[in-house]
C-alpha cells in the first residue's frame, strides 16, 4: 500500500519561506511524477509543482519564480516556498503518479498559513 507522508507546512509571515518535505513508502514505480498541488477553502484544488523522474517540471502560473521543487529520488520530493504572499495559504498535498499529472496517490496535506 503507497503513503505519501508530508511535512513541514505552519506559519510564516508574508514575504517569508517555507520547506514543505513529502515521502513515499509501499511499492511505486521508479520511474514517476510526484509534486504538489494546493486547496484554500472554497476553491478548487490547483496544481503548484510537479516533477518527473526525468527531471523535467511543470508550475502552477501563481508560484513561478517563488517556489521551487526537488527531489532526491524517486520516493521523495520536497517545495521550497519563497516570498510567502496572503494568497498562498492553503491544505498542500503531495502527490505521486505518472505523466504530467500525478493523480494516483495523495497525502493527507499539511496546511500553511501566511499571516500579513
Known amino acids: 500500500q503507497v503513503q505519501l507522508v508530508e511535512s513541514g507546512g505552519g506559519l510564516v509571515q508574508a514575504g517569508g519561506s517555507l520547506r514543505l518535505s513529502c515521502a513515499a513508502s509501499?511499492?511505486?514505480?521508479?520511474?514517476?511524477?510526484m509534486g504538489w498541488y494546493r486547496q484554500a477553502p472554497g476553491k478548487q484544488r490547483e496544481l503548484v509543482a510537479v516533477m518527473r523522474s526525468d527531471g523535467s517540471v511543470k508550475y502552477g502560473d501563481s508560484v513561478k519564480g517563488r517556489f521551487t521543487i526537488s527531489r532526491d529520488n524517486a520516493r521523495t520530493v520536497y517545495l521550497r516556498m519563497n516570498s510567502l504572499k496572503p494568497e498562498d495559504p492553503a491544505v498542500y498535498y503531495c502527490?505521486?503518479?505518472?505523466?504530467?499529472?500525478?493523480?494516483?496517490?495523495w497525502g493527507q496535506g499539511t496546511q500553511v498559513t501566511v499571516s500579513s
Open positions: 502527490a505521486l503518479g505518472a505523466g504530467w499529472v500525478p493523480d494516483d496517490y
Open positions: 509501499g511499492t511505486i514505480f521508479s520511474t514517476n511524477t
